[in-house]
């Protein structure tokens, strides 16, 4: 048994039925890769590790990794924060085209950690991620909601984003303070909706929401350039909450000149 370690995010799964439904929540078929974010004491590494023969899990904590090596020998544990993996040395390492991703995540990095995996899109095919609830809420969310942000908007553009199920506070050892959820994540091969240069696009979204009472004509003020043509009249006097995700690609392409 593992002391819970509050600061790395630390609580365990207890219960083998929600255990065994997130594990099933994985499309992986027996022959592909799949990589564990944050085993701990291993609740989903077990089940894991015996369905797919290609799989490693990252853990931070040395303790874990420790117990892991001991309890399932042979079983692959890298010792590494998650978010300096490099995502692509990994898939090559493993010998992988597309990863497929698992993982009850610590959340103090949650957001981080989608990031991560949205600058890796083209490696990973799938994720089966448990986060809070109102972070899921806010990846599925629509515009004009209060839960619609940058997440929503980054997320919704490169993958197909689904909620599972929700997760009791109940089946964790400690109790979390807050409600957690299962979430899918299905990355198409090539990004749908794809924009001439995504550094802008993801620099115009995080601007737009960073002040999203604001109209997008005062909000964008100091990212719009001279060579800019002006903000179309329907979107200057818009915020943020009112654009859709294809709303925001096209935007961004407008504004750097690579659409009418
Ligand atoms: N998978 C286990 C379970 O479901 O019972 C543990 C999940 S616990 C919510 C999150 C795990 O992520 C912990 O084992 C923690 O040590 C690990 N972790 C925290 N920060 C990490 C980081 N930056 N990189 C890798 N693992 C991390």
Request: proline share 7%; hydrophobic share 40%; charged share 25%.
């Amino acid at each position: 048994m593992l002391t819970p370690i509050k600061r790395l995010g630390q609580n365990f799964l207890q219960d083998p039925n929600t255990i065994r439904r997130i594990v099933d929540a994985l499309d992986a078929g027996p022959d592909d890769t799949v990589v564990e974010i944050g085993p701990g004491a291993g609740a989903l590494t077990g089940p894991l590790a015996d369905r797919y023969s290609r799989f490693a899990a990252i853990e931070i904590d040395d303790r874990a990794a420790d117990l892991l090596e001991s309890e399932l020998p042979g079983v692959r544990i890298i010792r590494q924060d998650i978010l300096k993996t490099d995502w692509s040395q990994l898939a090559s390492e493993m010998e992988a085209e597309r990863l497929h991703v698992i993982g009850n995540l610590p959340y103090y990095i949650t957001s981080q950690i989608l990031f991560s995996l949205l600058d890796a899109a083209p490696l990973i095919e799938e994720a089966v991620i448990m986060m809070q609830y109102e972070v899921a809420e806010r990846l599925v969310a629509e515009p004009r909601t209060k839960s619609y942000g940058i997440l929503s908007v980054v997320l919704q553009l490169a993958c197909e984003v689904n909620i599972l199920f929700p997760v009791s506070r109940n089946v964790f050892y400690p109790k979390p303070d807050v409600r957690s959820a299962m979430v899918h994540l299905r990355f198409p091969e090539k990004e749908p909706h794809a924009s001439n240069d995504p550094a802008f696009l993801r620099t115009l979204i995080r601007t737009a929401f960073n002040q999203r009472r604001k109209t997008l004509r005062n909000s964008l003020s100091r990212l719009l350039t001279e060579d800019m043509p002006a903000l179309p009249e329907e979107v200057s006097g818009a915020r943020a909450e009112e654009l859709t995700p294809d709303d925001f690609v096209r935007l961004a392409d407008y504004l750097l000149g690579h659409s009418a």
